[in-house]
C-alpha cells in the first residue's frame, strides 16, 4: 500500500494520482499512525529531519531521510540513536555511492593505475535558479542550516569520503555573491585525509558557464577524471598510457531506492546510512567553523 502526505491537499492529491491513487494525508502523524505502511520517505527541511525521523522510527517506520542527515551533529547522533532502539533501518538520500563512475575510480584507485594518490579534486558549478528559487525554507539559515555548501555541496563531499576514507582537517573559505542567499553560494574548503591525500573541493551557485569536474586524482603515476558516464586515465603504468571507460548511464535514484528496500526486507545496513551521512555533515560543519574563524579546524 501506498500513501502520501502533504500539508497542501491539491499537492498531496497530484502526487497521489501519479502513484496510481495512492491514499492521501494532510497529517504526517495520520500516516505514521497508519499500520499498512511499513517505510517513509521524508522529503522535508533540513531542520525537520531529526523530529520527523524520531517519530517514524518510533512508530515503527524505516526511513528514508534526505540529505543532509541534520544540521547539527546532535541531531545526527540522536536519529542514529533512535534507528538503533527501534531496530529499523535508516538511510539517507544521497545519491553519490550510486553513482558508476565513483565506483569505477574506487576499483581503478585499489588497482593502483594511478600509483599513490596525491590530491583529489571536484568542482561544483551551478547557476542555482528555476523552481529551487520557490522553496522559501531554502533562504533561511536557521531550516537550511547554511547554503551552497550544506545543501548541494554535500553531494561531492561525501564523493571525496566515499573515495578518501576519514578526512583529518579542513579549510574553508565562503563567499556570498548574488544577496538573494541567506549564507553562502560560494565555498572552497582544502583537506587532508588518512594516508596523506590532500583533496580540495569547489561550489558555486552563482557562475554561469563554468565547467565542472565530479572528480580529478592526480597520482605518483597518472591521472584520473571521472564524470557522469565516463572515467578516463593517462599512466604510465597502462599499455597506451590512456584509457577511457565507459559506463551505464546514471539512475540513483533507482538504485538507491532499490538498496533502501531490500535493507528493510533483509536487515542489512544500507550503502548510505546514518554514520556515512553524519560523517558528510561533520565535514561540512568543520569547513563552515574554519571559514568562520579562519583557521584549520580538524574533522570530528
Given at each position: 500500500m501506498e500513501a502520501v502526505c502533504d500539508v497542501d491537499p491539491e499537492r498531496a492529491r497530484q502526487a497521489a494520482e501519479k502513484l496510481g491513487g495512492a491514499r492521501v494525508y494532510t497529517d504526517y502523524h495520520q500516516l505514521l499512525a497508519d499500520p499498512a505502511l511499513d517505510a517513509v520517505d521524508l522529503c522535508l527541511p533540513h531542520h525537520l529531519h531529526r523530529p520527523v525521523t524520531e517519530e517514524a522510527l518510533a512508530a515503527g517506520k524505516h526511513v528514508l531521510c534526505q540529505k543532509p542527515i541534520a544540521t547539527t551533529l546532535a541531531d545526527a547522533d540522536a536519529m542514529l540513536a533512535a534507528a538503533e532502539r527501534a531496530g529499523r533501518v535508516l538511510a539517507v538520500a544521497e545519491l553519490s555511492r550510486f553513482n558508476p563512475a565513483v565506483a569505477?575510480?574506487?576499483?581503478?584507485?585499489?588497482?593502483?593505475?594511478?600509483?599513490?594518490?596525491?590530491?583529489?579534486?571536484?568542482?561544483?558549478?551551478?547557476?542555482?535558479?528555476?523552481?529551487?528559487?520557490q522553496t522559501a525554507w531554502r533562504f533561511a539559515v536557521d531550516t537550511m542550516g547554511g547554503g551552497a555548501l550544506i545543501d548541494g555541496g554535500i553531494h561531492h563531499v561525501d564523493l571525496l569520503l566515499a573515495l578518501l576514507g576519514?578526512?583529518?582537517?579542513?579549510s574553508c573559505a565562503t563567499r556570498r555573491v548574488r544577496d538573494i542567499f541567506p549564507?553562502?553560494?560560494?565555498?572552497?574548503?582544502?583537506?587532508?585525509f588518512e594516508g596523506g591525500v590532500l583533496a580540495t573541493l569547489t561550489v558555486l551557485w552563482s557562475a554561469r558557464h563554468t565547467p565542472g569536474v565530479l572528480l580529478r586524482v592526480c597520482g605518483t603515476e597518472g591521472t584520473l577524471t571521472a564524470e557522469h558516464g565516463v572515467v578516463r586515465v593517462a599512466s604510465d603504468r597502462l599499455p597506451d598510457q590512456t584509457a577511457e571507460?565507459?559506463?551505464?548511464?546514471?539512475?540513483?535514484?533507482?538504485?538507491?531506492?532499490?538498496?533502501?528496500?531490500?535493507?528493510?526486507?533483509?536487515?542489512?545496513?544500507?550503502?548510505?546510512?546514518?554514520?556515512?551521512a553524519r560523517a558528510d555533515l561533520s565535514f561540512v560543519l568543520a569547513a563552515y567553523e574554519s571559514a568562520r574563524?579562519?583557521?584549520?579546524?580538524?574533522?570530528?
Open positions: 569505477k575510480t574506487r576499483e581503478l584507485l585499489d588497482e593502483g593505475v594511478v600509483g599513490q594518490p596525491i590530491l583529489v579534486q571536484s568542482v561544483m558549478p551551478w547557476y542555482q535558479g528555476g523552481a529551487y528559487m576519514r578526512p583529518l582537517w579542513v549564507a553562502e553560494d560560494t565555498a572552497v574548503v582544502t583537506g587532508e571507460h565507459t559506463l551505464p548511464q546514471l539512475n540513483g535514484f533507482g538504485a538507491l531506492m532499490r538498496d533502501f528496500v531490500e535493507c528493510t526486507e533483509t536487515g542489512r545496513r544500507p550503502r548510505m546510512g546514518g554514520p556515512e574563524t579562519g583557521r584549520v579546524v580538524v574533522v570530528e
